[in-house]
């Protein structure tokens, strides 16, 4: 498996946050998404962020046609570019639901509401929770450095010792991104079957520079953060978030250990067209029009963003306000405090993006497949969408969320 940088991606093709992610474990029992709307299973306590929740009234059968119609359109429109799309809508005025167009495997299974998708980086704003929730307990804090709490990786790369739990979190550390390391993911996707461990995944973007960047996304950031994870209380990043998601009620979510490559039933196929082959051949990688991708994502991406997910669960977990639910109000008000990163092109909070107008989510990229979450926090409208091909959220978003929420669409 092998991802692209955002750097690279929003300027070359602006498909989005880019991020090669992961796989799926054991398969679990999927259920009709369309006999409830998704929202916490967890409520809430007093003392934590409580953002207006998303509607759970259904569309009316016009409306539901209607959104039925975009994302067939929208098939349409790519002429075999894109094999299948899924959207969850949730709109205050017209109400929620959730539909499906295409294919999930190319002359195969046809995309259904239930399937299952690798949601690449959007697999940072679980991350992020869980070291957020750790700042909560005091078991760290936001100006906690890698040298405090890495201090093996600090005597190997004394240029990173200052460097804060906050910077990583909000992509401000100047950390060079192991996926933007020349060579990198072409030697990844062409040895789908080398085991990285998280430490070299470190060592690899670390090794790149002596010195820190400027502000920039950059995947290493997270590698680390599991590794501090792991550090504060034993347990791996994986082992924390699988947690909180059972607790959540997303059953059919989950981020997979390095080599546990399997998703539940059903579940897509990913693949490159034209799209994907033009964003890939920006970083070296060259792969033919129609490939089905094959490689292990789950251990090139681990806690950078090795996740799986439903559409349902992905409203879910947008309900929560990407996990804001979960953190004191202060932690939260923390979090939503975006600054620019990447010379001013993008504004990202601890863990999630700023798209404007109220808006906050993810988009995140496994080569193959493309995920957007975005949640209001003004209004309580939220978006999900998936889609099989490496270079196409841009378009699916454009085309069919927009029509509901123009401000997504820019």
Request: no cysteine; charged share 20%.
């Amino acid at each position: 498996m092998t991802y692209v940088s955002p750097s690279i991606i929003r300027s070359a093709v602006a498909v989005g946050l880019a991020f090669g992610l992961g796989a799926g474990l054991a398969a679990a029992p999927t259920y009709a998404m369309d006999k409830a709307a998704p929202a916490p299973a967890v409520l809430a306590s007093a003392k934590n962020w409580q953002g207006p929740a998303p509607t759970t009234t259904p569309m009316s059968a016009a409306n539901r046609a209607r959104l039925q119609g975009y994302a067939d359109d929208f098939i349409q429109d790519a002429d075999g570019a894109v094999p299948g799309v899924w959207v969850g809508i949730w709109d205050p005025k017209k109400g929620w639901a959730v539909v499906s167009s295409g294919n999930a495997k190319v002359d195969g299974a046809a995309a259904r509401k239930v399937d299952h998708s690798r949601i690449g980086s959007v697999t940072k704003t679980f991350v992020a929770t869980q070291i957020l929730r750790l700042v909560d307990q005091k078991k760290l804090t936001l100006t906690d450095t890698i040298g405090g709490l890495l201090p093996a990786i600090a005597a190997a790369h004394p240029y990173v010792k200052d460097v804060t739990v906050e910077q990583m979190l909000g992509m401000r550390s100047g950390i060079p991104d192991y996926t933007e390391v020349p060579g990198a993911m072409k030697e990844a996707y062409e040895n789908p079957d080398r085991r990285w461990t998280a430490r070299q995944l470190i060592e690899l973007g670390l090794g790149s520079a002596t010195t820190l960047g400027p502000p920039a996304y950059s995947n290493t950031n997270y590698i680390v953060l599991g590794e501090i994870a792991r550090k504060v209380t034993g347990r791996s990043i994986f082992a924390l978030v699988n947690a909180d998601l059972r607790r959540l009620g997303m059953t059919q979510s989950r981020i997979p250990r390095p080599g546990q490559t399997a998703m539940p039933k059903p579940f897509t196929r990913g693949y490159n067209f034209a799209p994907g082959q033009f964003s890939l051949a920006q970083v070296g990688v060259d792969v033919p029009i129609g490939s089905e991708q094959q490689d292990d994502v789950t251990m090139w991406g681990q806690a950078a963003g090795s996740m799986y997910s439903t559409v349902a669960d992905l409203g879910r977990w947008a309900a929560t306000g990407l996990g804001l639910s979960e953190l004191s109000k202060a932690t939260a008000a923390r979090r939503l405090n975006a600054k620019p990163i990447n010379g001013g092109f993008i504004d990202y909070g601890l863990g999630m993006e700023d798209f404007g107008n109220g808006w906050i989510g993810h988009d995140g990229q496994a080569i193959g497949w493309e995920a957007k979450v975005a949640y209001n926090t003004k209004t309580g409208a939220a978006v999900v969408i998936l889609v099989n091909e490496t270079g196409s959220l841009r378009g699916a978003t454009a085309g069919i969320a927009a029509r509901y929420f123009p401000e997504l669409g820019k």
